[in-house]
């Protein structure tokens, strides 16, 4: 079993940035793929992103790319996400996501994710 803790969600005005963390403990914890979800109130959750588990490589939403960025520090166990340019439509609950496989994380689809931790609010105000 991994655990998942996402910390880092807050209120922020259009333009502005956070940065959300997700802290991975239990077995293996630092094997795993990671990504990052979110869902809208009324919305399907959405992909966001994944990092492989080297850390090397990503994959990222085309409604993200060039304003955030994950990075992973595999001996803190750790996935960051750093959001830059926030949109009031990147409003959602955030959520992070673990993955024994490289190719399912980057699949996009949350069905191949096996932990998910509870999820974080990142309110942006226009």
């Known amino acids: 079993q991994v655990q998942l803790l996402e910390s880092g969600g807050g209120l922020v005005q259009a333009g502005g940035s956070l940065r959300l963390s997700c802290a991975a403990s239990g077995r293996a914890a630092a094997t795993n793929a990671m990504g990052w979800f979110r869902q809208a109130p009324g919305k399907e959750r959405e992909f966001v992103v994944a990092?492989?588990?080297?850390?090397?490589?990503?994959y990222y939403a085309d409604s993200v790319k060039g304003r955030f960025t994950i990075a992973r520090d595999n001996a803190k166990n750790t996935v960051y996400l750093q959001m830059n340019g926030l949109e009031p439509e990147d409003t959602a609950v955030y959520y992070c996501a673990a993955v024994r496989s490289d190719e399912r994380a980057f699949s996009g689809s949350g069905d191949y994710y096996d932990y998910w931790g509870q999820g974080t609010q990142v309110t942006v105000s226009s």
């Open positions: 990092i492989s588990r080297s850390g090397i490589n990503t």
